[in-house]
């Protein structure tokens, strides 16, 4: 299990900035799954379609679900349009 620090872009700002959150394992995907958990828990079920369809990034890399995590913080960006 890790924490991660996740900060908050967009629509998701609505919750705060940022909030930290406990992994259970090694993935993106496992860290996405802890985000709509804890969206859950905060009656915000509103936000999950959103979030399916958001990358989270370390730095400056987006991510993909299949990806390790690999620090301790990390950035969750929602879809936008125009340009």
Same mark, same amino acid.
């Given at each position: 299990m890790s924490t991660v620090? %996740?900060?908050? /872009?967009?629509?998701?700002r609505d919750l705060g900035d940022e909030i930290s959150l406990s992994v259970d394992g090694p993935l993106v995907a496992d860290l996405?799954?802890?985000v709509?958990?804890?969206f859950l828990k905060l009656g915000r079920?509103? /936000?999950l379609l959103? /979030?399916?369809r958001s990358v989270f990034a370390f730095g400056?890399?987006?991510l993909c679900d299949s990806d %390790?995590?690999?620090s301790s913080e990390?950035?969750?960006l929602p879809p936008i349009a125009g340009g």
């Amino acid at each position: 299990m890790s924490t991660v620090r %996740l900060h908050f /872009l967009g629509v998701f700002r609505d919750l705060g900035d940022e909030i930290s959150l406990s992994v259970d394992g090694p993935l993106v995907a496992d860290l996405r799954q802890s985000v709509a958990e804890n969206f859950l828990k905060l009656g915000r079920d509103d /936000l999950l379609l959103v /979030l399916n369809r958001s990358v989270f990034a370390f730095g400056d890399n987006l991510l993909c679900d299949s990806d %390790l995590i690999t620090s301790s913080e990390a950035s969750l960006l929602p879809p936008i349009a125009g340009g």
